[in-house]
């Protein structure tokens, strides 16, 4: 089953100058379709003003298509009525770990989503109890937010998502800001939902080595799908990737590399462990 | 750390005070506050004195923690001691130069200091014990009769928690755009009032580009996570009067009585008096 | 001429109760030409280093020596200090406050009080220098793309003609072209204007590929201090202190156990590829 289908989705907006006169329109996402299968981990790719997103803020209607339709668990996203069922449905986690936290503790904020959708109090506890342990932030439920690492609040932002019991959440670049370490734990909190929880994850990103366990991967370049397929097929393309400004693991490159001088190795190396295997160590 | 830096300074500990309803706080801090200025005479503030002694006993604050919360005020306090202690007409104790010294300027700047430092200490108490969050949803509750009258008792509070949640944040923003500044050879701090002011331009903007981006991106996110103003919300942690909250009350009334009782009626020994 | 670290320590909130050690007895030699990498987590001291570079902090004991005179002499000119050692900060961009980009630039060179021709062609000049699009010097900053803002800032920084810069994450945020770009510009400027270039970085495949040292930063100490492949040598170390090697050291490492005698000090993909084709080609 389709958790999420867009079909055509075109997104414009218009540039205005200082004197709100119409100087163009720009197409953040142009005529896209895709269908995301329930319980997958799907990654979104592409450089910075790809119009990724562009796509994700769709998916969670804080935006709606110019053109097309996009569809969240069979429920039309322009559906005013819908609304919040899609919010519920498809929550989503932000860039910025700052802005997206709104409760001055941990357990606070994580049971803010759950309080504005009304559920009872008792309840809220429990979600509140079961999404910390989710993202292995329990210890910490009595902490400000402000005392936290920059990975430690991305989660406990994942946590605020979870507690309100969604089916898919989308993550949109949820590690730009946040040290190796930070990305670390991150990636791994959002395995972990989508293996241990069953929860759709749509992740969007440009760090190559966060979608290696993707079941798919969309590539977007100016608002159109450039390349979609497994890690393995979109890895297998390192002179395309490099055109649309992305680029892919070191062991992906070194083994594309020697490929290139002759040494006989397959397309779409992704882990060091398969490099040793495919060279025949 | 700037980041330390919290508006209304609460000190973690586990009290029979920590625990009340922010409500009880909120109404016994309004109470204390309007019996100091109904007293006639020092047994009322002694009363006052000793009511504030217990509950502090109670608080499990440590005394110089309040007292330290003092220090910033002390000089409003000599000001005002100051002024009544000078300018106050009546009969003279003794002159300097101009300025004499009068009894009734002496009872009015003791009744002044003893009556502000009770003030501050006792509403510092409902700060230190109740968090801000506390404090909001308190307010929030407390308020909520306004409904009637469109005030938007409900969005205030929220507007409230959220500013408590980004003071800090703000703060080390503005140190750090501060600093970014200096390292490109800004100078905040000489030149005469008009160059300063002008000076800040660097900072100012920065400072409000990235506020107004982070309330954007904040907005955003309450509305993913289905926010929609106060209507149909349940509470995490809802405010339930519980037994001791009512026994509180009935503390309150208690003092409230016993307090005017001796502050206005005893005419016992007018050490100090007041109007 | 060069900048001598004479055993500084610093201790933050000194004389509180939350006072605490950033610094530990630091003493370093930064030679006039070199492209230095300085990595550590967050919280290592790193950054806070930095800032006693130009004087933004102040060592609580300890001297810091600037081509050959001590910046905390009491006649020592601060603001010249910090006109010679340009800092700059993570998203520099978020600094930027004139209403279009070579205003913007024109800002430092200003106040170092140098005549409107000077600042204007020191502006020009460190534009250029950053590779920044001529058509698009007059524009707000606050309407170009992420990358683009990064050079900006990086020019308002340069237009003071420094002769140490220190780019504290130059990359952060941007996706893997525009990291890439940032880089090579940086490099290039290096190599032209043989400028002292301190890099703060996460990415160990950034450092090893550009820098000709690397100093580690490890609870307010110096944990190493010299050239990449000597220092990824220590890659376990590294790890306990929740760091890393580049990936290639990893495979070199994994190629070796199999049996495989390459070298295990590689740090660059090309030093790899080489170092493999010894054996299949």
Redesign the interface.
Known sequence: MNIVKAENLTYEYIRRDEDGNVEGITTAVDDVSLRVKQGDFVAILGHNGSGKSTLAKHINAILSPTEGTVWVDGKDTRDEEEIWNIRQTAGMVFQNPDNQIIGQVVEEDVGFGPENIGVPTEEIWERVTESLRAVGMYQFRKYSPNKLSGGQKQRVSIAGVLAMHPKCIILDEPTAMLDPNGRKEVIRAVRGLNQVEGVTVILITHYMEEIIHADKVFVMDRGKIAMEGTPREIFSQVEKLKALRLDVPQVTLLAYNLQKKGVPLPDGILTTEEFVKALGL | ?L??ITLGQYYQTESVIHRLDPRVKLGGTLVFIISLFLFKNFWGFAVAAVFLGIVIGLSKVPFKFMVRGMKSILFLLLITVGFNLFLTQGTPIFTVWKLSVTWEGLRLALTMAVRLSLLIIGSSVMTLTT???NLTDGMERMLRPLKVFKVPVHEVAMMM??A??FI??LLEETD??M?????????FESGNLIRRAKAL??LL??LF??AF??AN??A?????????GGE???????LIYQKRDYLAYVCLAGYLAVSIGVGRLLPLGAVFYTF | MSIIIDHVNYIYGEGTPLATKALNDICLTIPDGQFIGIIGHTGSGKSTLMQHLNGLAKATTGHIYFNGEDIYDSDYDMKKLRSKVGLVFQYPEHQLFEIDVFTDVCFGPKNLGLDRREVELRAYEALEKVGFPKELFYQSPFELSGGQKRRAAIAGVLAMEPEVLILDEPTAGLDPKGRDEILHQIKKLQKESGMTILLVSHSMEDVAEYVDRIIVMNKGSVMFDDTPREVFHHYKELEEVGLSAPQVTYIMHALREKGLNVDTDVTTIAEAAKEILKYYS
Do not use: F
């Not at chain 2, 500044?181 to 800004?186: H, N, S, T």
């Not at chain 2, 955003?220 to 929609?228: G, V």
């Open positions: 750390m980041r330390d968090t801000p969050n928690s959220i408590l949640r800090p944040i750090k755009i600093k970014a500044q200096i390292a490109r050879g800004a100078d331009v660097p903007v920065p580009i990235s981006r982070r991106d904040l955003m996110a309450m509305e993913a996570r289905c926010y929609r149909g919300r349940t509470k995490m942690k809802p």
